[in-house]
């Protein structure tokens, strides 16, 4: 772990960017009723009742030193959709001759095995492969 949090904190180098990549799922609501607008002596009041409207996925892209960010949105959150944001991610960010890409949370990805992958071509052309 100590080894990770050191990327954080060295330099800046061009030929070792440093980019985050984070994910997370939100779910969609609409409003049910119009809120109340404020009013002199009171404030304006909004509902709590909403209506679901499914959930979103988002994988987030950023790079802190430089203030690069990239926002991606899937219908769902998947191995295969992890591996296409990380197939686009590295030929247009990442396009350097070194990298390091440290995964810290991976435990959706024991679902999907790299044949799995092979079959979607997500891997295929991927540099660093041998």
Wanted: proline share 6%; hydrophobic share 40%; with cysteine.
């Amino acid at each position: 772990m100590e080894d990770v949090l050191a990327v954080y904190t060295r330099p800046h180098d061009p030929d070792r960017r440093l980019v985050c990549l984070d994910e997370t799922s939100k779910q969609l609501i609409a409003e049910t009723r119009s809120p109340i607008p404020m009013k002199a002596g009171a404030p304006a009041r909004l509902d709590y009742e909403y209506e679901r409207n499914g959930t979103a996925n988002l994988f987030m892209m950023f790079a802190p030193v430089e203030g690069w960010r990239h926002v991606k949105v899937t219908d769902r959150h998947t191995a295969v959709d992890y591996a296409r944001v990380l197939k686009d991610l590295v030929p247009q960010v990442l396009g350097h001759d070194r990298r390091m890409l440290a995964l810290v949370n991976l435990a959706f990805m024991g679902d999907v095995s790299n044949v799995e992958l092979e079959r979607t071509s997500l891997l295929r052309g991927s540099p660093g492969k041998s």
